[in-house]
C-alpha cells in the first residue's frame, strides 16, 4: 500500500499552528475524518477512506493522534471558538 497524499491544507495547518492534536473519527461507512486542532481551538479536517491512512498521515505531520474523543480537552478547545454560542454572535439559520 502506497503512502496516502497528503492534502496541501493539513500541511499547512500543522506547520502554521502550534500545539496541534489530531483526532479520528468515522463519518461514513467508508470514510474518515482527520480532524487538526491547535492550541488556540482553530481547526481544519480531511476525509480519507481508512482509519490507517488517518493515522498515517497524523504521524507524518508530527502530531499527537487521539482515536476519537477520547481526551475531551479537545473538544473544549474547539468550543471556545464557537462564537454560535456566544451572546450576539452569529445566528444559525432557520
Excluded: Y
Excluded at 16 to 41: F, P, S
Amino acid at each position: 500500500m502506497t503512502a496516502p497524499r497528503i492534502p496541501a491544507e493539513l500541511r499547512r495547518f500543522a506547520a502554521d499552528h502550534e500545539a496541534v492534536d489530531a483526532v479520528i473519527q468515522r463519518i461514513g461507512l467508508d470514510t474518515w475524518d482527520l480532524l487538526l486542532v491547535d492550541g488556540e481551538g482553530n481547526w481544519t479536517r480531511g476525509v480519507f477512506p481508512a482509519k490507517e491512512q488517518c493515522r498515517e498521515v497524523a504521524e507524518q505531520l508530527g502530531v499527537s493522534v487521539h482515536d476519537g474523543w477520547d481526551d475531551e480537552s479537545i473538544a473544549k478547545r474547539m468550543n471556545r471558538r464557537d462564537h454560535w454560542n456566544d451572546p450576539g454572535g452569529q445566528r444559525r439559520a432557520l
